[in-house]
Structure formats: structure tokens, C-alpha cells
């Protein structure tokens, strides 16, 4: 399975937000759609990635609150991302490796989607399980002794 497996079902949809926007709108837009993270776009391109974990540590930072703070002065700036045609297998361990909960999907410098690791595990539950019908239907189907009774050797 692939990375565009799992935004295709996902869908198109794409928050984004500019580096000189008030952290405070930000957080906002964040709690207002109930996602925990968005895209830092300037000029077109990703600059980076704003999550709920760079708002905590500012709130924490600064006693209860983000005063004047910009997106630019809190977002991650090199955030680890994949292609469209990353394998899953090649994701896990890496957002496992860095405890990543987003990550943007490039292709070349053209941002596709974010993935999160909810996404990714849902993805494999939902393979999983896939395959788990598929072998029990086959099981089910197996032939009974009687049934091979009488049959050749192959």
C-alpha cells in the first residue's frame, strides 16, 4: 500500500495556513475544524508544519498563553515528509522513529495532502482486516473430507 492509497480515501481536503498569521487564529482554525495540524504555505511552497505540539510547548513557555506569537515563530521549519509513492511499510518506522503525528505528502515541491499517523494506522487495521475476511472466507470454503473423497491426487 501506498501513501496516494491513503489520501485518496481521505480525500482532498487541505488545511493551510501562512507563517505571519497570529498563532492565536491559528489555533483557532485548529480547534474550529478539530485537526491537529496545518500546512505553513508561503509563496505557494511549504515552509512548514504547525501541530498542536508546537502549541503546547509555547503555551507552556509562555505561562497560559501565545501572546503576539507568530506561526513562523513556533511552526517546525524542516518537517519530515514522503511522496504520493512512499510505501506504507517505509512510513511506520519513520514517524514511529521521530514521533511525527503529521506529515506532509510532496511531489517535488507541490504539497498533495497531509497524512497523519491515525491515518497510516487505520490504513493497516483496515488492510488488515481485509485480509483476515479473505482468509476466513477461504477457510470456509475449504473443502471437507467428503468432498475430497474420490478426487485424484494431484
Known sequence: ??????????????????????????????????????AVMEHGELVGMLTFREVIHTIARNGGNVGQCTVRSVMDDHPMSCTPETELNAVRPMMLEKHTRYMPVM????????????????????????????????????????????????
Not at 13 to 31: F, G, K, N, S
Not at 115 to 138: G, R, T
Open 107 to 154: 511531489d517535488n515541491k507541490m504539497l498533495m495532502g497531509v497524512i497523519s499517523f491515525y491515518d497510516v494506522a487505520k490504513a493497516v487495521v483496515d488492510s488488515q482486516n481485509f485480509e483476515n475476511q479473505m482468509l476466513k472466507a477461504y477457510i470456509r470454503d475449504w473443502p471437507s473430507e467428503d468432498d475430497k473423497a474420490g478426487q485424484p491426487v494431484l
Open 1 to 38: 500500500m501506498k501513501v496516494s492509497d491513503i489520501l485518496r480515501v481521505k480525500g482532498g481536503t487541505l488545511y493551510t495556513v501562512a507563517p505571519d498569521e497570529a498563532l492565536i487564529r491559528a489555533i483557532a482554525t485548529m480547534a474550529e475544524y478539530d485537526i491537529g495540524s496545518l
